[in-house]
């Protein structure tokens, strides 16, 4: 992220070099003062978008509505976004248009926080207009300008201040908390997808117990789709999992009426996810009644095991564990992992028989399948051959 650096370093002076003002902003500016990796790197400037093309050889309009323009400047990727202050919120979501303006400041007082309206000159000096730099030392997420006003403008603000206290482990400024509870019902105003993501930043977040914690102390809880019944001890055994997965199938466990499929559809996650998340339910409740068998060990897939193995000691108490190592010992020495490692295919048992296909070879197929599995007979065409003759003709 040196390279990033300068990088950003060198399109910043190349904009100054046309009369432009250039900054860095943003996140980027929030965790270099914090002394962490930044995620990506932003540059504000007065250019126009069309003044910035006109600058860069290699540049991809991304957001040019938004006034964001990618540069790409040795081979790093680094958005360049013209100054603007937002036009006006209808409905308590993002603005519909934007208006550039050439002031900086105007440009910081529309950011949501005071950590993240800090800017950075290319020799790395600070502009703090708002005591961000205050608030990242006491490690306190506030509000740029009045809590209240800020959240009614973009009620997404709200769900950013928690996700930013579990990402980062700060506390929500007093006045601000306050805010989102007033302001909590305008929620309803956001789409789903931006409310999802947010949360899926939250459950791949270092302080998830923290987040969950403000997310039902400040009733931002309430306005979310299912309930969220928040098990304080649950959620704090929990631990900081760092994956989504295991956060939505916890949140379906601790539902009061368990409907995965309600509620992963409510949130509007992928057809990929729900059917991942459905699964892990599914694994975890089996193994809280029992031990996985054989079958289940064929079913799932190592990440579904594993996960469910810890998620069931989180859920309930009391259930004997069983080690990582046993679990993937047991995957991994079936005989078979799918029907596509059998040896033998259709076609062979259409020549065995005599037959043409039908249902009947799903049947048969299945049928050796588990007896595979199960080790009534190896996999192994003569040893398949000789046992699937012996069952057909036992069943006449
Ligand atoms: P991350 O590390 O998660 O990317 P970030 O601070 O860069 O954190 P982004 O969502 O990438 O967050 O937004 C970049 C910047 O844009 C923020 O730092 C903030 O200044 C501003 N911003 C983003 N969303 C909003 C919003 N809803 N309202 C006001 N300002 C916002
Ligand atoms: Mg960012």
Not at 2 to 14: C, D, P
Not at 132 to 157: C, H, Q, S, W, Y
Request: glycine letters at 4%.
């Amino acid at each position: 992220t040196t390279e990033n650096w300068q990088a950003g370093k060198s399109i910043i002076r190349r904009l100054k070099e046309n009369g432009y003002e250039a900054v860095f902003v943003g996140g980027a500016v929030r965790d270099f003062l914090r002394q962490k990796v930044a995620n990506d790197i932003d540059i504000a400037t007065c250019a126009l978008p069309e003044e910035v093309k006109l600058i860069f050889k290699r540049t991809v309009d991304v957001g040019l509505a938004h006034g964001t323009v990618l540069v790409i400047e040795d081979g790093v990727p680094i958005e360049v976004t013209t100054f603007r202050s937002d036009g006006e919120y209808e409905d308590h979501r993002r603005p519909t248009d934007v208006k550039f303006v050439r002031s900086l400041e105007e440009d910081l007082r529309r950011r949501d926080f005071t950590m993240n309206a800090l800017a950075m000159t290319e020799s790395f000096q600070i502009i703090d207009l708002f005591n961000g730099r205050r608030d990242l030392e006491n490690r306190l997420i506030r509000t740029v300008g009045n809590p209240i006003d800020r959240f009614k403008e973009d009620a997404l603000r709200m769900l950013r201040a928690i996700r930013f206290s579990a990402q980062l482990d700060f506390s929500i400024d007093h006045q601000s908390l306050k805010a989102i509870q007033s302001c909590a019902d305008d929620l309803s105003y956001v789409s789903v997808e931006r409310v999802t993501a947010e949360l899926e930043k939250m459950w791949v977040s270092s302080n998830l117990h923290k987040g969950m914690t403000y997310l039902v102390s400040s009733q931002l809880a309430d306005q979310l789709p299912g309930d969220f019944p928040f098990h304080h001890d649950k959620w704090s055994n929990l631990g900081n999992p760092q994956n989504a997965l295991v956060c939505w199938a916890f949140l379906c466990l601790l539902q009061d009426e368990p409907s995965v499929t309600e509620l992963t559809k409510a949130f509007r996650l992928s057809n990929e996810s729900k059917g991942r998340i459905k699964q892990l339910v599914k694994a975890t409740t089996i193994r809280s009644e029992r031990m996985f068998t054989v079958d289940d060990f064929y079913l799932f897939d190592e990440e579904i095991l594993v996960h469910a193995e810890s998620l069931v000691h989180v859920w309930q108490i009391g259930i004997p564990p069983m080690p990582i190592e046993t679990i993937l010992n047991n995957k991994r020495s079936l005989p078979i992992q799918s029907k596509s490692d059998l040896v033998v295919t259709g076609k062979d048992l259409m020549g065995w028989f005599s037959k043409r296909g039908g249902p009947w070879l799903k049947e048969a197929l299945s049928a050796i399948e588990m007896a595979v599995l199960h080790q009534k007979v190896v996999n192994d065409a003569t040893k398949i051959k000789e046992w699937i003759m012996n069952e057909s003709n036992s069943e006449i």
